[in-house]
Every structure is written in C-alpha cells, then in structure tokens.
C-alpha cells in the first residue's frame, strides 16, 4: 500500500463554474505536456542513445496531453462560448505529474519504459483521486457531473496506460531484467480490516457529539442508525501508545488508507470485473474522505 497519499494537496473548496472547471484541467493538461516534453528533449539533448526508448514513450506522452489540450479547449468553448483562461483558476494547480519523480528517471541510467509508463499511469490515478474530490466537493449538480466525467475519463486512460506498462513489464522479463524484489501488494482481505476499523472509529467519534453533529456525521459516512447501534457494543479500547489520540484524525486515517488500498487494487487487477470492483470501491471511499475531511472542517 502507498506510504504516501497520491495528491499532496487536494481540493477542498467547491469549483463553482465550468470556466474554472476547464481552467483547471488545462493547467494540469499543459504542464503535464511540458514535463513530458522537456524529459524528452533533455535525453536528445545530451545524445543518449540508451535513452531512446524511454525518450519515445515521453514523446509519446507528449502527444496524448496536446490531444488533451486541444480537446479541452473545444469542450470548453463548445459549453462557455470561451477558451479556458487562467485568469478563472480558483487555486494553484498541483503538478500531476510531480518533477521529481521525473528527475529520477532523468539520473538514472538504468531507466526503463516500463518506468515511463508507470509514471503516466500514476499521472492519470492522480487525476482520478483529483476529479473525484472536487465532484465531491460541487454543489451544483452539472458542476459535479462534469466532474465525474473527467474522473470517469482520467480511469479509462490510466487502464489504456497499464496495459502500456504491462507490455513493458513482459519486455523487461524476456530480457531478464525484473528487479527481484519488485514491491508486492496485500491482498483485499486487509481493506475488509480497516472498514471494519474505519466504522469502529466513526462510532467512538460520533460518541463525542452533539446529537445533531452526530446525526451529521453518520450521513457524512454513508451509515445507518442501525450501524451505529450495532457497532457501539463491540468498541475495541484505545491502545496506550495510540499515537493519534484525536478519533476525527483516526477516522481520517483510515479512510485515507483504505482509498489508496483500493486504488491499489485496482492498479494490480487482472480481469475487467476485478478492475470495475476496485475503481468503484476506490471512487466512493475518496468520495468519503472528501465528505469526512470537509465535515471534521466545520467542527474546529
């Protein structure tokens, strides 16, 4: 599972309006093209034929973001008689494609495509986790649909992207190059663990609420009275060393962890029944830590 959250800094305020909403994705869009773009240059630049492969998968990358691009742009005078201007941003856009994991494929010289591809792939992942939020966030229904459109849309590439990446992957093993210990992943058993956890943690939270926070809260979490009723009976004690002593914090926590479980799942999935399973479980638990996030918010 991941250490780190796959956005460093997510939406927490609502997009107002589709001129924002398409500033935004064409910031992401052209900075991704330009990260993609100067990679590739710099690796032709220096004259590095070892590169070349992996310079053709960035070149590649390039391309699908200008197609991007230029869709976006269409889309956006298609709906607001405009083109998207950064003007509109409602806040600094988050690189989606970080530099410095860009920086890591530009030092080494053991870089591969399938490292290209793997990149990419967690580009489109992170649109996926950033979408879902601000769709979570929205208070205007069209505003929250074309939101979830662009969710919907970053997982179809992610899944063009991983079989990319896999036919990649197969390469390195025919020419014997697999890294041994390539990381491994949990099985899904461990999320059951942490709902069940995530639940716990809800109910020792809503225990320290008014009626109505508590009400509020329960709805936040998608949950019942008889979840909550069900749930009292079997609180576990909080450990001693517990080093989160504040139950919003571990409410958030868990829910955190079990977003990035299942985007896991769904980055290792095998068939296209598991996959469905993993995006939609991974959609509504990011759907839920934006709603608890924005709830435990009000409560300061």
């Known amino acids: 599972m991941r250490n780190t959250p796959l956005l460093t800094a997510p939406p927490t305020n609502a997009v107002t309006g589709f001129a924002e909403l398409y500033a935004i994705a064409l910031a992401q869009a052209e900075r991704a093209a330009t990260s993609?773009?100067?990679?590739?240059?710099?690796f032709a630049d220096r004259g590095e034929q070892a590169m070349g492969p992996v310079r053709d998968v960035l070149e590649t990358l390039h391309e699908r973001e200008q197609d991007r691009i230029d869709e976006l742009r269409l889309r956006c005078l298609a709906t607001t008689s405009k083109t998207p201007s950064p003007r509109t941003l409602p806040w600094p856009v988050e690189d989606l494609v970080p530099a410095e994991e860009l920086a890591d494929l530009a030092v080494s010289a053991l870089s591969t495509p399938y490292q290209a591809w793997a990149i990419a792939v967690r580009h489109r992942q992170r649109a996926f986790v950033f979408w879902t939020y601000v769709?979570?966030?929205?208070?205007?229904?069209?505003?929250?649909?074309?939101?979830?459109?662009?969710?919907?849309?970053a997982l179809a590439e992610a899944d063009l992207l991983r079989r990319e990446r896999r036919l990649a992957w197969r390469a390195l093993q025919a020419g014997g190059q697999v890294d041994?210990?390539?990381?491994?992943?949990?099985?899904?058993?461990?999320?059951?663990?942490?709902?069940?956890?995530?639940?716990?943690?809800?109910?020792?939270w809503a225990q320290g609420l008014q009626p109505a926070e508590r009400e509020g809260l329960i709805q936040t979490a998608g949950l019942a009275i008889d979840d909550l009723a069900a749930a009292t009976a079997e609180l576990p004690g909080i450990p001693e060393d517990d080093p989160i002593g504040d139950p919003a914090a571990r409410v958030i926590?868990?829910?955190?962890?079990?977003?990035?479980?299942?985007?896991?799942?769904?980055?290792?999935?095998?068939?296209?029944?598991?996959?469905?399973?993993?995006?939609?479980?991974?959609s509504s638990s990011i759907g839920r830590l934006a709603r608890l996030r924005a709830f435990a918010i009000t409560l300061r």
């Open 36 to 42: 993609y773009h100067e990679l590739a240059t710099s």
């Open 135 to 153: 769709a979570a966030h929205a208070t205007r229904p069209v505003i929250r649909g074309a939101s979830e459109t662009m969710a919907r849309e």
């Open 180 to 204: 041994a210990e390539r990381r491994a992943f949990d099985d899904m058993s461990s999320a059951a663990l942490l709902e069940s956890l995530l639940l716990k943690e809800i109910i020792r």
């Open 253 to 282: 926590r868990y829910a955190e962890q079990l977003a990035s479980r299942y985007l896991d799942e769904s980055d290792r999935a095998t068939d296209q029944a598991e996959l469905d399973l993993a995006q939609n479980l991974a």
